[in-house]
C-alpha cells in the first residue's frame, strides 16, 4: 500500500558530505504525514534514531541524536512526501545502513496511521 524508498548513500571519505533523500508514495491516498526521519545501525550496534521531522500544527519540529548535532540537517518537502538528510562533517563512525521511516496516515476506505521502513541504503566513511 505505501513504500519508503531511500537513496544518496555511498562511500565518502571523513570529512566530506552525503545527502540521503526519501520518498513515500503508494497505491492508496496518503493523507496526511506526521513524521518522516532517519534511523541508522552500524555493525554489532541497536539501531538508533539520527535525526526526526516531526509536523507540528503547521510548523515542522526537527530533532537530532547528540552526536550528529551540527553536522546533519535533516529536511522535509511535505508536497512531495520527501525527507532529505544533509550530512557534512562525516566521522567513520556515522558509518551505517540508514534507514527512512514515515509515520503517516493513509485513506483506503477508512483512515489508517502506520509507520513505513525503507530498505536502508549504506553509508560507509573510510580514508
Known amino acids: 500500500q505505501v513504500q519508503v524508498v531511500e537513496s544518496g548513500g555511498g562511500l565518502v571519505h571523513p570529512g566530506g558530505s552525503l545527502r540521503l533523500s526519501c520518498v513515500a508514495s503508494?497505491?492508496?491516498?496518503?493523507?496526511?504525514?506526521?513524521?518522516m526521519g532517519w534511523y541508522r545501525q552500524a555493525p554489532g550496534k541497536q539501531r538508533e534514531l539520527v535525526a526526526t521531522a516531526s509536523s507540528l500544527d503547521s510548523d515542522t519540529a526537527t530533532n537530532y541524536v547528540d552526536s550528529v548535532k551540527g553536522r546533519f540537517t535533516v529536511s522535509r518537502d511535505n508536497g512531495a512526501k520527501t525527507v532529505h538528510l544533509q550530512m557534512n562533517s562525516l566521522k567513520p563512525e556515522d558509518t551505517a545502513v540508514y534507514y527512512c521511516?514515515?509515520?503517516?496516515?493513509?485513506?483506503?476506505?477508512?483512515?489508517?496511521?502506520?509507520?513505513?521502513w525503507g530498505q536502508g541504503t549504506q553509508v560507509t566513511v573510510s580514508s
Open positions: 503508494g497505491s492508496v491516498r496518503i493523507f496526511s504525514i506526521h513524521a
Open positions: 521511516y514515515a509515520d503517516l496516515t493513509f485513506y483506503d476506505g477508512s483512515y489508517v496511521r502506520a509507520t513505513y
